[in-house]
């Protein structure tokens, strides 16, 4: 889950957005909504949360990657970006926790996806798995209950690992807590995934 900086101690109750790790070069790298990382201080990554407990570690965000169409317009199509974590202890994030295969170009609703995220009313995650169907050729919808404030940006998962798309987009993931959206991952995620691959 995605904190404030100044939370990093305390992030009980601070959360507002959930993340991911998708495998990289570097092994840094996380995957979240554009709307999560916009007009926003400093940020912190807490993998596996619960109840108080930072199992993992915290994860600082160093550098940010959000799409042309998120930052001249805030489209609801280009609402994914990426986030660079700052190493710990020689380590990537990737190395400590692993990562998801990040995947472009799939149909929607060619599998069933689990969708985990962190409602910030919440100290625990919640999963849901579920079939997408086409919202609009650029955006995919989800029924699943409870996918409240805070789960934005919690990845669609199918049963390869990968991940095929991310809470946001229409109405920044949705006005109602059991249906939810995503962006299609096009191209313009893939390029974006080829720059934020590329930092160290």
């Known amino acids: ?18 993340a991911s790790v998708v ?23 807490v993998p596996g949360y619960r109840d108080g407990r930072a199992p993992y570690g ?7 990657f959000m799409p ?23 380590k990537g994030v990737e190395n400590v926790v692993g990562g998801y295969r990040l995947a472009t170009g799939t149909a929607t609703g060619a599998t069933a996806v689990t969708l985990t ?4 009313s919440r100290e625990t995650p919640i999963s849901c798995t579920n079939k997408p169907t086409a919202h609009s050729p650029t955006q995919q919808r989800i029924e699943c209950p409870g996918f409240t404030g805070g789960t934005s940006g919690s990845p669609w998962v ?18 109602t807590p059991d249906v939810s959206y995503s962006v299609v991952l ?6 974006l995934y080829r720059e934020a691959a590329a930092d160290p």
């Open 1 to 18: 889950m995605l904190v404030p900086a100044d939370r990093a101690t305390r992030p009980d109750g601070g959360h507002f957005c959930t």
């Open 23 to 45: 495998r990289a070069p570097y092994r840094n790298l996380l995957v979240t909504a554009a709307h999560c990382l916009d007009g926003r201080g400093g940020l912190v990554f």
């Open 58 to 64: 915290v994860w600082k965000v160093k550098r940010r």
């Open 68 to 90: 042309r169409g998120w930052v001249e317009g805030r489209r609801e199509d280009s609402d994914v970006a990426f986030a660079v974590v700052v190493p710990r202890g020689g």
């Open 117 to 120: 995220g962190y409602p910030d």
């Open 158 to 175: 199918n049963g390869d690992g990968q991940v095929v798309g991310i809470l946001g987009g229409h109405e920044d993931g949705g006005t």
């Open 186 to 191: 096009g191209a313009e995620v893939g390029r």
